[in-house]
C-alpha cells in the first residue's frame, strides 16, 4: 500500500478536529471546543477584572454578539467573505468565513451590569469587572 493510499484512510488532523467538535458538543461550545472560525482569545485576571481579548479580523460590530451568563463569557458572531469579482474566482481560499462562537469560563462572577466591550483594529476586548460580593476584604483583628 503506498503512502497516499494510507492517507485516503487515516489522517490525524481530521481526527483532531472530529474530537475538537465532539469535546465541543461536551462542554456546549458552539463550532467545537476552538473550531478554525472560532476566534483565538487571551484571558487575563487580576483581583478587580478579568480582560478578555478575541481576534476578530474583517468582522463588524453589527455582526458580533457577547454575552454573560453566571460565570460564562459567550462571543458569537459572523464572519463574511467577499465573492471574487465577475468572472473570476478564487486561486487560494484560507480565510474561513461563516458564523462562529466561543465560550470562555471566568475564574470568578462578575458584575454583569458593569462589562463593557470594544471592537479596535479586529480586536474585540470585554472588560469583566469582579462582583463586590466575591472580592477579597480585608479583617481588622481587634484586641480581645
Not at 463574511?80 to 473570476?88: D, L, Q, V, W, Y
Not at 465560550?103 to 466591550?117: D, F, M
Request: zero cysteines; hydrophobic letters at 35%.
Amino acid at each position: 500500500m503506498s503512502w497516499r493510499g494510507f492517507d485516503e484512510f487515516w489522517d490525524p488532523w481530521r481526527e483532531f478536529a472530529r474530537v475538537e467538535r465532539d469535546m465541543g458538543r461536551l462542554f456546549g461550545v458552539p463550532g467545537g471546543v476552538r473550531s478554525g472560525s472560532a476566534p483565538a482569545v487571551n484571558v487575563r485576571a487580576d483581583h478587580d477584572k478579568v480582560t478578555v481579548t478575541a481576534e476578530l479580523p474583517g468582522v463588524s460590530l453589527e455582526d458580533v454578539d457577547v454575552s454573560v451568563v453566571g460565570r460564562r463569557l459567550t462571543i458569537r458572531g459572523e464572519r463574511r467573505t467577499s465573492e471574487p469579482a465577475a468572472g473570476g474566482r478564487y486561486h487560494r481560499r484560507e480565510r474561513e468565513s461563516g458564523r462562529f462562537g466561543r465560550a470562555v469560563n471566568l475564574p470568578y462572577p462578575v458584575e454583569v451590569g458593569a462589562v463593557t466591550a470594544g471592537l479596535k483594529d479586529g480586536v474585540l476586548t470585554v472588560t469583566l469587572p469582579r462582583a463586590q460580593a466575591d472580592r477579597p476584604r480585608k479583617i481588622t483583628v481587634q484586641a480581645a
